[in-house]
């Protein structure tokens, strides 16, 4: 099967691309290099995936790609590319993501009508819950997004599931609750925790740490999609947690055991746009897709610990 993998060269793409390549799949991988975070660390992503016969690369912005004739030569698509970052979707650069999450994806849906794809996978999030009362939180929770990050997701999944209504592609929507794992975003917790473990640094946490989250290794949320791509039910949105949920300063505890060192930590005032709690209700995923995490938090943890040390010239230069 030849497949199209949007935002390859980013965090889940990356690692999404590298197992399809290897369950002999071919990959057209779309990558803009969005610069919110730097692109020698997107580049390196990339790495292994360059040498691979059955991967193409296209960079460019899917707003300006030919995407019909891209749509045409796929059997199925996969739906990363997004700007993902919470915080910096507050205020001025919030038109960045209106394009690049609401634009992009309804272009890329409006090019995959009359293409008879097997499925169109769109990467949404928790964040479209915000600040849920009732845990653990299914899919029917009230869907109340705390940050405009979350606004733009929430919209690329009703127009996944538009265009599944109007047009019957067979899009499944997928609800990730943060992901972490070798190539998380340098913007996301746990990366900023390791490297300041590792660096003697301060560690900011925003609150009391008190919060608790639902944290899924990367290699179960490319399994996710795999399945999702088999099995999942066309018009089908479904969470998908790491199977636990944790205690920041547990995390960070186990952050100290994995790294051998103590964290320094400094408690700031909580942040615009964070959920207080997250926690997945995962059972349609797993009655569904037969989705079912297996990388625990101590595990995942520590193979995230492994990577950035493996890499720490990449995340240490400035810029
Ligand atoms: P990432 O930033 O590492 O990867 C996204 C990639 O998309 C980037 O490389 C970026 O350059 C590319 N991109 C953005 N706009 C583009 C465009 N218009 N055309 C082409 N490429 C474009 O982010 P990630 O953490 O890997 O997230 C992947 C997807 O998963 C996103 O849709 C995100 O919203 C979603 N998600 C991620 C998490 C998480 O914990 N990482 C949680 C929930 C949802």
Known sequence: MRVLVTGVAGFIGSHLAERLI??????????????????????????????????????????????NSLISRVDAVFHQAALAGVRSSWGGMFGEYVNNNVLATQLLLEASKDKDLKKF?????????????????????????????????????????????????????????????????????????????????????????????????????????????????????????????IILSDAIKIIEEVTGKTANIKYTDTQRGDAKHTFADISKAENDLSYSPSVNIRDGLSKHFDWLLENKELYDQAG
Do not use: C, W
């Open 22 to 67: 290897s369950g002999g799949n071919e990959v057209v991988g779309v990558d803009s290099f969005f610069d919110y975070y730097p692109k020698r660390i997107k580049e390196n992503n990339l790495k292994r995936l360059l040498g691979e016969s059955g991967f193409e690369f296209i960079e460019g912005d899917l707003a300006e790609l030919d995407l």
């Open 121 to 245: 996978i769109y990467a949404s999030s928790s964040s479209v819950y915000g600040d849920a009362t009732d845990f653990p939180i299914t899919e029917n929770s009230p869907q109340r997004p705390v940050s405009p990050y979350g606004v733009t997701k929430l919209a690329g999944e009703h127009l996944a599931s538009l265009y599944y209504t109007g047009y019957s592609i067979p899009t499944v929507s997928l609800r990730y609750f943060t992901v972490y794992g070798p190539r998380q975003r340098p913007d996301m917790a746990f990366h900023k925790f390791i490297s300041a473990v590792m660096n003697g640094e301060e560690i900011n946490i925003y609150g009391t740490g008190e919060q608790t989250r639902d944290f899924t290794f990367v290699s179960d949320a490319v399994t996710a999609n795999l399945q999702a791509l088999e099995s999942g039910k066309p018009g089908g949105i479904y969470n998908i947690g790491g199977g636990s949920r």
